[in-house]
């Protein structure tokens, strides 16, 4: 089955710095390549993903890469606010409502 | 709009009591899922649900049982608690949005505890 693994666990920046989340996955036959935040007590919410046939997209302040070759896959987050301060999911799938999840990365934002 | 709605959100129990999670969601989704959630260790899939009368199992199963009582709603059930089974819980649910793609949508989770 597949295999996502990301890193790093935890991370810390200041605010208006950028972040960078990494992931990389097992399956070559993986295809949706989604990112979730979760904010303290609540339940992980979608915040940006990608598809296998694209390379890049943003939304804002945040982006996504994707190289297939290498099999990884990143989030960036540009001008770190407090509020970006979460857990943050990476997770791949592969024509399949079932997702395979990262471990998580806690992003601590410091004012 | 309500979304994916989880019962109840805190829970004490003793080793080897049993109990049932509730979880029902108001987007006429297909497919249901629960995970829990533990420190270090990311989110595992317990069970899911592809759609109504059907379930399987996940990473995790082990100490657990799943009902799809209808397509809203999926119960969670513990026979008999077990302290590695303190965690919290996420009910999903999800239906495709095109192209092979499926967005989850979570609860807001259950905190168990079991002494």
């Known amino acids: 089955g597949e295999n996502v693994e990301q890193h790093p666990s935890t991370l810390s920046v200041q605010e208006g710095d950028s972040a960078v989340i990494k992931c990389t996955y097992s399956?070559?036959?993986?295809?949706?390549f989604p990112w979730y935040k979760q904010e303290l007590g609540k339940g992980p919410q979608l915040i940006i993903d990608i598809r296998s046939n694209v390379g890049e997209k943003k939304d804002q302040r945040i982006a996504v890469t994707l190289n297939k070759t290498a099999k990884h896959f990143s989030l960036h987050i540009t001008e770190t606010q407090p509020e970006d301060s979460a857990v943050y999911f990476c997770a791949a799938s592969s024509w399949s409502y079932q997702l395979t999840f990262g471990k998580g990365t806690k992003l601590s934002v410091i004012p | 709009n309500a979304g994916v709605t989880q019962t109840p959100k805190f829970q004490v129990l003793k080793t080897g009591q049993s109990m049932t999670l509730q979880c029902a969601q108001d987007?006429?989704?297909?497919?249901m899922y629960w995970y829990r959630q533990d420190p270090g260790m990311g989110l595992r899939l317990i069970y899911y649900s592809a759609s109504e009368g059907t379930t399987d199992k996940g990473e995790v199963p082990n100490g657990y049982n799943v009902s799809r009582l209808n397509k809203r709603e999926f119960s969670l059930r513990l026979e008999s608690a077990a302290p590695s089974q303190t965690s919290v819980y996420f009910c999903?649910?999800?239906?495709?949005?095109?192209?092979?793609?499926?967005?989850?949508?979570f609860g807001e989770g259950s905190r168990l505890t079991v002494l």
């Open positions: 999903a649910s999800s239906d495709e949005i095109g192209g092979g793609v499926w967005e989850l949508f």
């Open positions: 399956d070559s036959a993986s295809n949706y």
């Open positions: 987007m006429n989704h297909n497919s």
